[in-house]
C-alpha cells in the first residue's frame, strides 16, 4: 500500500484554511483604517475576478469595467436611499441590473475585434460618468450620494466591522462561484472560444450569446464590488468610476495572473500595499502601477499566480516529505 | 429651414472653427492610423507624444521666444525620440508574438508612466501659449477667418502633403506599405520587420508631436491632456473607417464640424458626448466607417 501522498491540493487545503481564520479575525484586532483596507481590497477582488472571467478566461477585452461598477453602485444607493430597500437586496440588485446591462450591451458589441472592444468599452464607460455627471436630478452629480445608516432589523451595520463580514462573505461566495463557472461546461465553453471562435462555432455552440454571458458575469461582478464599495464608503461620487479604476482593474488580473482563479487575489494584495505605500503622492503611485505593469507584461505574463504554481511544484517536487 | 441671416452667418463661422479642430484630429489620428496599418497595434499612449509635442511647443514659442519655423522641427525630433522609447518594449513583445491584449495593455502602461512623469517634471497646471500669427485674419462679407484658424488650416495640410508623399513615393514609405500588407513576404525581400516597426513608431508619434504643437494654442497643455485628445483622434479613424489614411482626414474634419455643431444645438456640456457615442454607434452600425474599411467582424 502507497503511503499517504501530500498532493498539491493539500497544501493549498491547508494555506486556504489558514488564511481564512486570519482573514475572519482580522477585524477584531485592527482599526478603522485597516479594516477599511481589507473591505476595499476584497471588493477589488470581486470586480477583478468577473474581468478575470470575462478576460483572463473567454478572452474579451474591457476597458470600461468602472461602467459597471458605477451601475452598481449607483442603483444599491438610490435603492437604499430612495426606496428603503435592504441592503443586502439592494446589492444584489445592483448587481443584477448591470448584468442585465451587460448582457444587452454584449450582443452588439461583442461581434468586434478586441481593438475595437477595447475602444467602445471605453468610450461606453465614459459616456456613462458624463451621464451620471450631468443627470444631477438622479445622481446629484459631482456631489455625489450619500448613505443613510444601515440596518437589518435590530442590527446595526455602520460599523466598519459589521461591514467588513458582510463583505467577507460576499467574496467567498463570489470567488466560489466563480471556481464553479470556470469549472462547469459554461468555463469550458470561454476558455475554447479563447482559444479559437471559429472552432468553438463548428461545434454548434453560439459564440456571441457565450461572450454576452461572460460579459454579464463580469458585469454582475462589477455591480456587486459597485453596491459594495457604496456601502463602504457610505458615499459615491462619478470620480470613483473613471478611466482610471477601469485601467486598475485591468492591471490587478494582469499583476496577479490572468486566468488564474487567485490571480485577482495576488494583483489586489499588490494594488493595495502599492496604493499605501504612495498614499501621499497620487503621481508616484500612478508610476508604480505603470512600470510595474510594463513589467509584468515583458517579462511575466502569466503574473504573480504563474510563480506561485512554480513554486508550489518545486516544493512538492524538492522535499521528500511530501512523498510519505 | 430658413435661418435670420445673422444665425446663419454664425453657423458658417462655427463650421469653420469646427473644422480646425477637425484638422488637428485629422493630423493626430493619422498618426494612430500608421501606427495601426503597419503594426495592427492600437497605440493608447499616442496621446502622450501630442502632449510632450504641446510642452516642447510650449517652452520654445512661449519660454524661449523661438519662431514656429525651429519650433516645428525640433518638435518633430522631441517626437521621434519618444516614438523611439515606446517602440522598444512594444517590438520586445511583437518579436515575441506575445497576445495582441497584452501589447495593448502594454501602451497603456507606458502611457501611465509617461503622463505621470510629465506631472513630476511639470506639474499638473495647465499651460497655454499663442500660436504663430503672421497670417492676416480674413474676412469674407462677415464671415471670419481668424489667423489662428488658418495656421491650423495650412500647417494641417502641409504636413499631411508631406505624409503621403513620403508614404507613397518614396522608397521607405513604399517598404512600410509592403511591410504593412504581407510582414513575411516583406521581410524575403529584403525588408527588416525591426526597423520598418520602429520607423512606423517613430513617424506615428512624430504626427503626434506636431499635433501637440498646433494643439497647444488652441486648448491648454497639461499632463492629462494627452488622453482627450486620443479619443478624438479614434473616433475621427473610426468615423473615416479604421485604417484608411484618407478616412482619418475626412473623419476628423466632420468630428470637428460636428462637435461644434453639437455644442451650439446641446450644449457644451455634452459637447465631450459626441466623440464616445462616434466610437460605439458607428462601430456598432457601420464598422466600415465611410470610407468603406472592412473590419473583421466574429
Redesign the interface.
Known sequence: MKGYRLTKSDISKVLSIASLLFLFLVPIHLGVYGIYLFNLLFIYVIISTGLNILTGYAGQISFGQAGFVAIGAYTSSLLIADFNTPFLISIVIGGLFSSIIGFLLGFPILRLKEIYLAMVTLAWSMILQLLVIHMDKLTNGWDGLSLPSLTIGSVDFNQDQSIYYVIFTFTLALLFLARNIVSSRLGRVLASIKDSEIATSSLGINVSYYKSVAFAISAFYAGIGGGLYAVCLKFIGPDDFGLMQSIDYLLIIVIGGMGYLSGPIYGSIIIIILGELFRAFATFQELSYGILLLFCLLFLPGGISLIMNKAMSFIKQKSGFFDG | MRLPSMEKYMLIQITISGLANGCLYALIGLGFVLI?KATEI?NFSQGEAVMIGGYIGFWLTYLFKLSFVTVYPLAIIGGVLVGYVISR?LW??TNRK?P???I???T??????V???A??VWSSESRAYLGPSFLKTITISNIVITSENLFVFSITAFFIIIFYLFFFLSKTGTSMRASAQNPDAASLVGIEPKKVFTLTWVIGCALGAIGGVVYGPIATIMPDSG?TII?KA?AAA?LGG?GSIPGVIVGGCLLGVTENLAGLFIGT??K??I???V??LV??LK?SGILGVR????
Do not use: H, T
Open positions: 495601426y492600437v518594449p520586445f513583445l506575445a495582441l491584449f497584452n495593448i495593455v502594454a497603456v502602461a507606458i502611457g501611465m508612466i503622463r505621470s512623469l506631472r513630476l488622453f479619443i479614434f473610426v479604421f456640456a455634452l465631450d458626448l466623440s464616445f457615442i466610437i460605439i462601430l456598432i464598422p473590419i473583421e467582424r466574429v
